[in-house]
Nanobody
Framework: VQLQASGGGLAQAGGSLRLSCAAS????????MGWFRQAPGKEREFVAS????????DYADSVKGRFTISRDNAKNTVSLQMNSLKPEDTAVYYC????????????????WGQGTQVTVSS
């Protein structure tokens, strides 16, 4: 499975960005998907996840109500809409995938994309 994240960039506090992750190498609807982020000097942390059908989602408390994860199984993509951005959202964002239901432990995810930088200025 190959994952390619895109959509990162620079945004002002209060602004929005939309990340996308394109998957290939396997039937996308069999992959449980997640987004993680890693800020400089910090551990990789869970942001959001979505199950195979897209009907079940989960969010870190720090992004709940501001970020929305979604997927399009016809287009083999998972997206992360990020609104009301804060400087503390600055990080490299990674999409991840696995065959089984996962939550917040990055060690449980088998497949990873290369990451995309998100920088939020105050």
């Amino acid at each position: 499975v190959q994952l390619q994240a895109s959509g990162g960039g620079l945004a002002q506090a209060g602004g929005s960005l939309r990340l996308s992750c394109a998957a290939s190498g396997r039937t996308f609807s069999t992959l449980f998907m997640g987004w993680f982020r890693q800020a400089p000097g910090k551990e990789r942390e869970f942001v959001a996840s979505i199950n195979w059908s897209g009907y079940s989602t989960d969010y870190a408390d720090s992004v709940k109500g501001r970020f929305t994860i979604s997927r399009d199984n016809a287009k083999n993509t998972v997206s992360l809409q990020m609104n009301s951005l804060k400087p503390e959202d600055t990080a490299v964002y990674y999409c991840a995938a696995d065959s089984y239901w996962r939550r917040s432990d990055p060690a449980e995810y088998e497949y990873w994309g290369q990451g995309t930088q998100v920088t939020v200025s105050s």
